[in-house]
Nanobody, 115 residues
Framework: QVQLVESGGGLVQPGGSLRLSCAAS????????MGWYRQAPGKQRELVAT???????NYADSIKGRFTISRDNAPNTVYLEMNSLKPEDTAVYYC?????????WGQGTQVTVSL
């Protein structure tokens, strides 16, 4: 089992920045990759960014150049630095860990971009 706890969400004005964190615990040695997904009201959950154990990253086109994913392997934490935030970035952001035994999700953290 892998447990994920997200933090760092909140309310920010358009153009502002936020940094999300996701701390993994449990059988972290089984994790191959981690990532961030988001789900806006009435929409499907979508990929934001992923990062492998080797540091290879992948980003959704909608956030390229504005968001950066990074990872500390000790402790096993993944970050999402979000800059130049737009109202359309408003969503619940979820952390995901891909492991040899399955995929695990965090509980989500709300990000609201509004005046």
């Amino acid at each position: 089992q892998v447990q994920l706890v997200e933090s760092g969400g909140g309310l920010v004005q358009p153009g502002g920045s936020l940094r999300l964190s996701c701390a993994a615990s449990g059988r972290i040695f089984t994790i191959n990759a981690m990532g961030w997904y988001r789900q806006a009201p009435g929409k499907q959950r979508e990929l934001v960014a992923t990062i492998t154990n080797g540091g290879r990253t992948n980003y959704a086109d909608s956030i390229k150049g504005r968001f950066t994913i990074s990872r500390d392997n000790a402790p096993n934490t993944v970050y999402l630095e979000m800059n130049s935030l737009k109202p359309e970035d408003t969503a619940v952001y979820y952390c995901k860990a891909d492991s040899r035994f399955g995929n695990y999700w965090g509980q989500g953290t709300q990000v609201t971009v509004s005046l």
